[in-house]
């Protein structure tokens, strides 16, 4: 499954021959990603923002901080919704115009990952119930495109959400006011961490680059916590996974989460 | 996910279920093939209080004409829910989970098509879910698969769907939908019991590594199970002699 | 005036042969409408629903029952919106994506029906006068379509109207808040039926089957109230009608229009 | 329709309706051809109130080509208000009601153009309501007819539209803005004289058998009376020595 | 800059050989706009209404007025809006559909200009702070299509509004009444006039025709107000223009703008 | 504009303006180019706080292909905002003052590019503002003028971008976003410094005539401050031995 991407059956090949030789193009070990370099702060006007470079995949993730009517039915909690794009710098192939069901699957999987862990105490962001509770919008815009953007959105959102500060606000009149100055820290519980394995052939790579995402036949992206639970999990790619790659994949998301984890939670102690 | 607040009972103290099932139980199922006069192929299902019907047209022309591919045939799906499937009123136009849902599902059933048996042309699947109960990405996809038998479409396998999941600490089989709303973790399954294979994964919801695994077991399970329904739907068609509705 | 639909030249010759004998291709009189079936209840988690097959066009229609804000200027009556769509699953031709003239028209047709008719008394339907109304949503699903879908979403609306439960309401804090498990019936005034009309050269028959509307040079849609008024009306088509022939296709719709009337007067005693 | 509750009297005792006018009377009709300067062909009509453009292009070209069909002309029409039309502005986006509207009149039009004329090619009728003030559909239509003769296109008859409707319990022609909305029935026609075919008709409300005849009745003596103002408008623009505003 | 239209190489020539003789097509001098007649109350049902005809260029422009809920921080100040369309029966180059860059151009440079001239003192329209102010929407059809839009819907808007009438309106219950029959004059304050030339070649012409416009390198769109100040301003087209040439044709903007301003008062006086 | 209500202090009795700048004095400039990886050309761009990035494609092949050319190639432009970028977060959909900018952009950046040059092609701009303080417009424009020759696009001249405007009755230098906000005028220039031309020009608020020449005076002064700074980044990419970040 390509998504768009076309490569060339040369390169295929070069490849699969090094796959079988236990050695990947360029030479990492099959559960190694490429380098990640995160930082943070660098959209300074938005409440929390980072930049992360995963080889030469880069995410820029900025996060919004805002009073918001609750919905009816989740009065006593907050808001959080997580959004991604590719920008049209980002790659000769991504396109502008309404998202197509690539780009809506990397909202929704990055969106999922953060959500579903939990990583915000949304109870803890509720300025009065069923009037007003604390929106937390983390946008993220894919600036240069190398393969495996469900992990650059996860670390640049995770990292950009755990460093931003909730601005204070009071209620006067039924509405919120922002006191100007004052910030809390985030209610965070966990850090999630996505992390992304290819297949090609029989053989399963972490973090695939552009040109292994678009010869491999499935992947699947899993997302795990501080805890080393799964907490989210998105299977996609024109073939399947046998039940014993499956738990293999999840053991070495585990193990290779807690890697990105301490470079995301380095990334904040570096700013401080 | 994550264990919204709620007065229901998801397990009672003889670990019998908010609907009276077992853990490891499926809700009933029941397929019919070739329900429609004008598909290709077409197939509803009953899972639970799930109502799906699928309609399957092709392989056939592909407009506009760059689309196609020369090499092989593609598959195109549409998951959609009619406006009165859910409890509120769903908005007719197609919202961004719909839009996800048919990517994964048409993921989940393109190892078991094989798509180079017709190359230039396409084979669209069109799942409308007309009323909904929690696990409607499963019961699409094995209503899916099964219309796409009728279609006569050449499929390596079929690809039967069941959820797992957690509620209430326990590891559970088929989450319906007060499972969903109130329980702890959704991890559906589209597997190919032939190639033992699964092509459908996803997961909200917290697990640890060990529950993983119990899920993924239990799923695969759930997946046999409905296999046999579809094989048995598709015998109706074609080998029964009548009992037309 | 065809939708999109292609008939070929053979299958045309055939029909307007046999039409010149007084015959139809299925063996019905000019004037008899297709076998309808119709299912109430098909979809029990809704608060009405309806499956109505004529011949071999399909419709299910579900209706939801829920309080709505009401208009400025109409907030002594409940609001009724009835919509149509034709699902891909129903015919090779159908398309995704936003609804093009003919589905419009289609949507539009029905929703008159049973608006103009006055079918439900709309007074009845305030739960606080310009603060909260009930709303009722008609959607009909086309899932099979072998012509005439204006008759069978007409039927199925009606039909699925006819047999749905209005939840009971109260008003707690300016809001509406559901009784669970109490329902009063619907403020039934009346049965709307349409019957539609082709004229094919010039003859013209009731009920046209896909390849009948494939070939016609015009339509006409009338619908009829249980006390044989006319109720609303649609023609459609490149071609006319002569005085005579409306005055006529007006007496055969209130004529046919009583006895598919008693087909869905039935479908909901069948069902108690 | 229905009978909206509302303080206004439609009939007074003696017969006249609230702008004055008897039951089988017309509002005033003034139609005037060749107003635009682009258009191969045009017509302003002020039909009561109402004020409506009609522009027509072509036959031209059909892009896409795919379009087109080389056995006949197409004929597109586009009815649109102006945001300034009506009492509320109105969202300028086309809503579904101008959508039918504009598929209804242009299958009122099409058995008075000859199509066959002009093979692969369209011609396209815009329709824009500037003031609106009820029966915008049949003033339209008529304005569509005079501008496409104006842009030269082979005819076979003019179509003229009038409405005719019930109010206060009475038949009555040309129903304007507040008997649509504080009285029973509306009933727009359209209508080729020469032809005598009914080519646009449409029903908002409830009639009787009988009242159904009489409507049609009187609404065809109107499409004959407007048929007259058409022919003048015409003859006016082709004859006359000038008078040009 | 030519948006969507194409001239002929030797109409282009027969311009150029003309400009280079200090003439133009149509005989007018370098400075000199076209024939414009104002008529207003064309639309006697809208609040304010005007037709402007510019050579032969059209254009209606028609004002509603109706009461609006303020946006959060604007909430001491009424609401104006003008948009702009070109009709499809205006030019056969003319698109249905959603308004591409040129239209939604033509749109903004007709609102800011009026906007931005501060014509409407917009402290006079509020009904209650907060809570409900008077908006002023003026919508521009394009009717006819001979070029210099810009200047057409700015002439036309500024008619249209100098001309309105405002309703009175009464707060009940929070909620704006109007009161029938009661109506003021618009607060105006200064009557805004854009002045639009085109650079062809080195030859700067004053309101270019539709074939001016197809051929021109560049224009410039200067609105200024009664003082003679310059209050909005749009370059447009694929060249650009020197210093001296921007003073120049800011003098022209505001001496032809004078000339405008006239034409436009006085088709409020022969109204009444 | 038009003079909101503010309490801020926008000049100061020494002549000092809110963020410390005298009023002919930019804010800090500085540009990077070719910070992309996939993109031909591209550019970083910090004016003041705005914080934008721009990369460029082409010339490369248009589709659909009857959207080109035979004679020159085209330019397309595209000028967006983060969600992230403003005050409160902005919908990611283009807005129509984002369809505005993007146009008047492409024609501020026409004259400088030579399209004869690649008959048949387009050269796309695509300007991403992640950051935005006032002023954006000619910063991205500045930013792309970079871009496009880091894409080695040929090009007869730099475009710099730079506003001038009116505040507390002063004739001010690069306005910033709250004397955007508080003041009287803001006027972006694009200005070809070699060929002395002024290919991007805009106005909101109001000035006197002599105020006007003086704004367009001082911004050209302004705009010849940032070519410079252009022409070192180009350098410093193409010359400059190393020191990547």
Known sequence: MSDGLIIDQLKKNQILD??????????????????????????????????????????????????????????????????????????????????????????????????????????????????????????????????????????????????????????????????????????????????????????????????????????????????????????????????????????????????????????????? | MGGRDTDIVLLDENGIRCDGRKVNETRKVTIKAGVLKNANGSAYIEFGDNKILVGVYGPRDVHPKHMSDTDTGILRCRYHMAPFSVGERKNPAPSRREVEISKVIKEALEPAVMLKEFPRTAVDVFMEVLQADGGTRCAALTGASVALADAGIPMRDLVAGCAAGKAADAVILDVNNEEDQAGQADLPIGYMPNLKKITLLQLDGVLTPEEYKQCIEIGIDGCNQVYEIQKKALQDKFFASGEKQ
């Open chain 1, 18 to 272: 090094l796959l079988k030789e236990g050695k990947r193009v360029d030479g990492r070990q099959f559960d190694e990603p490429r380098k990640l370099t995160i930082d943070i702060g660098v959209i300074p006007k938005a409440e929390g923002s980072a930049r992360a470079r995963l080889g030469d995949t880069e995410v820029v993730a900025g996060v919004k901080v805002q009073p918001e009517r609750p919905f009816p039915d989740t009065g006593d909690k907050g808001m959080l919704i997580c959004t991604a794009e590719i920008l049209p710098i980002a790659h000769p192939s991504a396109e502008t115009g309404p998202p197509q069901p690539p780009v809506v699957e990397l909202a929704r999987v990055t969106d999922r990952g953060i959500r579903e862990s939990g990583m915000l105490d949304m109870k803890q962001l509720v300025l009065e119930k069923d009037k007003s509770v604390i929106g937390v919008f983390c946008d993220n815009a894919v600036t240069d495109h190398d393969g495996n953007l469900f992990d650059a959105c996860s670390y640049a959102s995770t990292a950009a959400i755990n460093s931003c500060k909730i601005p204070k606000y009071e209620m006067q009149d039924d509405a919120p006011v922002k006191i100007e100055g004052e910030f809390t820290e985030p209610p965070i519980t966990t850090l999630p961490v996505s992390v992304t394995m290819a297949k090609i052939d029989d053989y399963i790579v972490v973090d695939p680059t552009i040109e292994e995402w678009g010869i491999m036949d499935a992947r699947i992206t899993i997302t795990s916590n501080s805890d080393g639970n799964v907490v989210a999990l998105q299977k996609g790619g024109s073939d399947g996974f046998t039940q014993e790659e499956l738990i293999k994949c999840a053991e070495t998301s585990v193990k290779v989460g807690s890697q990105i984890r301490e470079i995301i939670k380095q990334s904040k102690q570096s700013d401080n």
